[in-house]
């Protein structure tokens, strides 16, 4: 697995690791990491509901986010390269 294909999240406080931004950024790390593992073992179907469980926190997450600044998520949207740039 590469390293150096995972975003890091800058941290400004401690605090900041329980905030909405962070889990998602997080979350989207292990998303890339078990999408590159289910590439080489495509029949893993325990890691393939894992990743299924952690697209659903995430989207979950994303649509609070959505709710709460429309501003933070499409800055975070655009950082991640999540979904297409689309006009909403």
Do not use: C, W
Not at 6 to 14: C, G, L, Q, T, Y
Not at 52 to 74: E, H, M, P, S, T
Request: charged share 35%.
């Amino acid at each position: 697995m590469i390293k150096n294909a995972f975003i890091s999240f800058p941290e400004k406080k401690e605090e900041k690791r329980g905030s909405v931004e962070f889990q998602i950024v997080s979350f989207t790390n292990k998303i890339r990491g078990l999408t590159s593992h289910l590439e080489l073992h495509r029949k893993d179907y325990l890691s393939q509901r894992g990743l299924r469980k952690i697209l659903g926190k995430r989207q979950r997450l994303l649509a609070y986010l959505l709710k709460k600044n429309r501003v933070g998520y499409k800055e975070l949207i655009n950082q991640l390269n999540i979904r297409e740039s689309k006009n909403r």
